[in-house]
């Protein structure tokens, strides 16, 4: 009787316990959905609309680069936005009041689309494949072939440009080793320049715009730069900032034929350029090549 009585409370325990849970469970679980109810929706804030278009926060995602001030931000924001508004009052207007053939809209559309995504294709093919490097000899064999393709567009000069404080002292022995060739003469040149001078371009072993060169100083005032570098080595001039001095060591004329140095860098993306035509062409044979050989074209033209 006694055992009896000790199953039946165990029993009773056991159900009140396991209502007692189920109760709580649902009380907790009931206050959760409560609070989700209460907490505040995350709204995507509109920010202009023109009709019925509407541009919210979530379309200017990834406009503003990171790092960027917070007025800086606001002003690319507020750019983009007045933009976006004058396209689209632009549109709307396009749209009511211009005779539109859709069907050609939307051809156009596929095919800038198609475009957009060959274009991608064809640019990461390029970047995984393209073989960038191009031997001297390869410039070389390029500028020979084509020599006539080279002609200057521009005065070009090997030399150099010093810039000095007004009443330099010692403006005599630098034009004496302006004119100097040998390899010490130049050296001391460049160590008074390190010291002394406000600004100095040696360009004597490379070839450079005569007109870049010159662009800051009173040189660019040239009545006639091309007679100046026929009859000139030297030249100086003076304004409220200093005294210049120029050397020309060597130069060409404009419409004369280019020195290969100075054209390396072009011919240099000719060559790679060609290499990306051919590479594309290729490709482009392979795949449709693969797709005959795999019969997935179909003609049902005449």
Same mark, same amino acid.
């Given at each position: 009787?006694?055992?009896? +009585?000790?199953?039946?409370?165990?029993?009773?325990?056991?159900?009140?316990?396991?209502?007692?849970?189920?109760?709580?469970?649902?009380?907790?679980? #009931?206050?959760?959905?409560?609070?989700?109810?209460?907490?505040?929706?995350?709204?995507?804030?509109?920010? $202009? %609309?023109?009709?019925?278009?509407?541009?919210?926060?979530?379309?200017?995602?990834? +406009?503003?680069?990171?790092?960027?001030?917070?007025?800086?931000?606001?002003? !690319?924001?507020?750019?983009?936005?007045?933009?976006? !508004?004058?396209?689209? !009052?632009?549109?709307?207007?396009?749209?009511?009041?211009?005779? +539109?053939?859709?069907?050609?809209?939307?051809?156009?559309?596929?095919?800038?689309?198609?475009?957009? /995504?060959?274009?991608?294709?064809?640019?990461?093919?390029?970047? *995984?494949?393209?073989?960038?490097?191009? #031997? $001297?000899?390869?410039?070389? $064999?390029?500028? /020979?072939?084509?020599?006539?393709?080279? =002609?200057?567009?521009?005065?070009?000069?090997?030399?150099?440009?010093?810039?000095?404080? *007004?009443?330099? $002292? &010692?403006?005599? &022995?630098?034009?004496?080793?302006?004119?100097?060739?040998?390899? &010490?003469?130049?050296?001391? +040149? *460049?160590?008074?320049?390190?010291?002394?001078?406000?600004?100095?371009?040696?360009?004597? %072993?490379?070839?450079?715009?005569?007109?870049?060169?010159?662009?800051?100083?009173?040189?660019? =005032?040239?009545?006639?730069?091309?007679?100046?570098?026929?009859?000139?080595?030297?030249?100086?001039?003076?304004?409220?900032?200093?005294?210049?001095?120029?050397?020309?060591?060597?130069?060409?004329?404009? #419409?004369?034929? %280019?020195?290969?140095?100075?054209? %390396?860098?072009?011919?240099?993306?000719?060559?790679?350029?060609? &290499?990306?035509?051919?590479?594309?062409?290729?490709?482009? *044979?392979?795949?449709?090549?693969?797709?005959?050989?795999?019969?997935?074209?179909?003609?049902?033209?005449?």
């Amino acid at each position: 009787m006694r055992k009896k +009585l000790k199953n039946y409370l165990n029993k009773e325990y056991y159900r009140k316990t396991r209502h007692l849970f189920i109760g709580v469970w649902i009380m907790l679980l #009931s206050n959760i959905l409560a609070c989700q109810e209460k907490a505040p929706a995350v709204t995507d804030k509109l920010l $202009a %609309s023109v009709g019925e278009k509407k541009l919210h926060q979530s379309d200017l995602e990834g +406009l503003v680069s990171k790092g960027v001030t917070a007025t800086d931000s606001t002003t !690319v924001v507020s750019n983009y936005i007045n933009a976006w !508004v004058r396209k689209q !009052v632009m549109l709307a207007k396009a749209q009511k009041e211009a005779e +539109l053939d859709e069907s050609e809209i939307e051809r156009k559309i596929a095919d800038y689309r198609y475009d957009l /995504t060959i274009y991608a294709f064809e640019k990461q093919y390029i970047q *995984q494949h393209l073989d960038t490097v191009v #031997s $001297a000899v390869e410039i070389e $064999a390029y500028y /020979t072939e084509n020599v006539a393709n080279f =002609e200057l567009k521009q005065n070009i000069v090997q030399g150099v440009l010093i810039g000095f404080p *007004q009443k330099y $002292a &010692r403006t005599e &022995r630098i034009k004496k080793l302006l004119g100097a060739k040998d390899k &010490r003469s130049r050296q001391e +040149l *460049q160590n008074i320049c390190f010291q002394q001078a406000n600004f100095y371009v040696f360009t004597d %072993s490379t070839w450079t715009d005569f007109d870049e060169l010159v662009k800051n100083t009173p040189f660019r =005032e040239m009545p006639n730069k091309t007679q100046f570098l026929k009859g000139n080595k030297f030249a100086e001039a003076n304004d409220e900032r200093g005294v210049y001095l120029l050397g020309i060591d060597d130069y060409k004329i404009a #419409s004369q034929t %280019s020195p290969l140095a100075f054209a %390396s860098d072009q011919i240099k993306s000719i060559i790679l350029n060609n &290499r990306k035509v051919q590479l594309i062409r290729n490709l482009e *044979q392979e795949i449709y090549k693969q797709a005959q050989d795999e019969k997935k074209i179909k003609i049902y033209a005449d």
